[in-house]
């Protein structure tokens, strides 16, 4: 039996914690408050310190591209954000001219690309959508979704993973296993029988086992490539959001979450920031390639 053991990674309580991301050269993490337009890290080498910039724009997913450039999904488009002058640089604009619409989940894929969706910001039904940025083009892969999350990989499979948190479900593509590009139409990966269940944000470890926080349950679910349920580690923050492999060899695994003010007993935790130990086949994200 796996033994986990979670601890708080950062106490500051965000409104929406989203997209952790572990920096594999600078050894550090990564992570948005969507609602309040922050961009925070932490070092390792600094543990009592956690570093926050305010962002021009709403970000909402991060990748990295070498030791001096992450890549933002920002509710404009995708940015090149330089770490120590925090200076942010158009890579491409997407749906800036609609209003209504914002960035959500994104991921680096094995192939150097990043993928980014866009949602309606009242959620409104079928507005949601998935673009892939790949050797400077940007195509429009998934439409007609709702609250469009966790995107994230098995490049062992050719497979790529999303969900629709209004649908309760998560989808698998079929991807080429020399590009990334999807080939073929979607198909259910896992079906939550209760629809209030929200997934969130996931991640996908060496063994193609998918690593997903569940909004409004509390827990985070390993899920084997086979659909099989194999760990819930269960957390003290009830709207975990997003999972990502972190340390030197992917040993641990970090959750954003987002605060609920509802639950007064956990109040002083929602919204932080947590490590869990105890993970055996992590790995760590792949640059996106400009």
Not at 36 to 58: A, G, T
Not at 188 to 203: H, L
Request: overall charge negative; proline content about 4%; some cysteine.
């Amino acid at each position: 039996m796996a033994d986990f053991k979670t601890i708080l990674f950062s106490k500051v309580q965000n409104q929406l914690g989203e997209s952790p991301l572990w920096h594999p050269i600078l050894d550090m993490l990564f992570w948005v408050d969507i609602n309040k337009k922050l961009l925070f890290c932490r070092s390792f080498d600094e543990p009592e310190i956690i570093h926050s910039v305010e962002m021009p724009f709403i970000v909402t997913a991060i990748a990295w591209h070498d030791a001096e450039y992450l890549i933002l999904g920002t509710e404009l488009g995708i940015y090149r954000y330089n770490i120590n002058s925090k200076f942010t640089e158009l890579i491409i604009e997407l749906e800036s001219n609609e209003l209504n619409r914002r960035s959500n989940d994104g991921r680096a894929d094995p192939w150097g690309g990043f993928w980014l969706s866009t949602m309606d910001k009242s959620a409104q039904k079928g507005q949601g959508k998935v673009y892939r940025y790949y050797n400077k083009k940007l195509d429009c892969i998934i439409t007609d979704l709702t609250i469009p999350n966790g995107l994230c990989f098995d490049k062992n499979r050719s497979r790529g993973y999303y969900c629709d948190s209004f649908t309760s479900c998560i989808y698998q593509l079929d991807l080429d296993d020399i590009t990334g590009e999807v080939v073929g139409t979607e198909k259910v990966f896992y079906q939550f029988s209760n629809t209030d269940i929200d997934p969130d944000g996931c991640v996908i470890d060496s063994k193609g086992n998918l690593w997903l926080a569940v909004w409004g349950m509390g827990c985070v679910m390993c899920l084997s490539p086979d659909a099989e349920l194999l760990h819930t580690i269960k957390v003290n923050i009830l709207n975990p959001t997003c999972t990502a492999f972190g340390g030197k060899q992917g040993e641990l695994l970090f959750v954003t979450s987002a605060l609920c003010e509802s639950n007064n007993d956990l109040q002083n935790i929602q919204g932080a920031t947590l490590q869990i130990k105890g993970i055996k086949n992590g790995q760590l994200e792949p640059p996106v390639i400009l």
